[in-house]
């Protein structure tokens, strides 16, 4: 195991393969970006943006519009976090995030109405087959508000997954 200022970066599993860690993180700031009613394409509306750090590569395909994964049997995970309000009342309101050509990777985050911050963070594993659809062809992520359209200041995009070293 290599450890680099206190987190696991390289690993031996049980058969003796090494594996490393591959990450995209990205954060946008200071935004007023408009996430609308209908869904739309995450990686189509961030690319757009510059973001106050980080890149999207390898996991944000800026060209195809998605999230793409390395081709091992190994998970990917995900993380969204989104700050900004919802136009209007104190309705109860939701946000989605949609994974689609996977099987049920929908991931809603609710607000009830008595809750005065917009705030929401969004987890999901990615269940990844080597030579399976998202492998070989990424997905496409959605996002979608619920009860009115969203302004969103802040975003952090996270995407971290193991692989084998060469």
Not at 86 to 104: A, C, K, Q, Y
Not at 132 to 159: D, E, P, Q, R
Request: proline share 4%.
């Amino acid at each position: 195991m290599t450890m680099y200022n206190g987190r696991v970066t390289r690993i031996v599993d049980g058969s003796g393969i090494s594996l490393v860690r591959k990450k995209s993180e990205l954060l946008f700031t200071e935004l007023s970006l408009t996430i609308p009613q209908t869904a739309t394409n995450l990686i189509g509306l961030l690319k757009t943006l510059t973001p106050a750090s980080g890149v999207f590569a390898p996991f944000f395909n800026t060209t195809t519009n998605k999230l793409v994964v390395f081709n091992v049997d190994f998970t990917c995970s995900l993380k969204i976090n989104i700050i900004g309000n919802w136009s209007g009342g104190s309705d109860n309101r939701s946000m989605e995030i949609s994974f689609l050509g996977t099987t049920g990777n929908r991931n809603v985050q609710s607000r009830d109405a008595a809750v005065t911050y917009d705030e929401l963070s969004f987890f999901q594993p990615i269940s990844v087959d080597a030579g399976g659809n998202v492998a070989t062809n990424g997905t496409v992520v959605t996002i979608k508000s619920n009860g009115g359209n969203f302004t969103a200041n802040t975003i952090l995009l996270i995407a971290e997954q193991m692989v084998p070293t060469p």
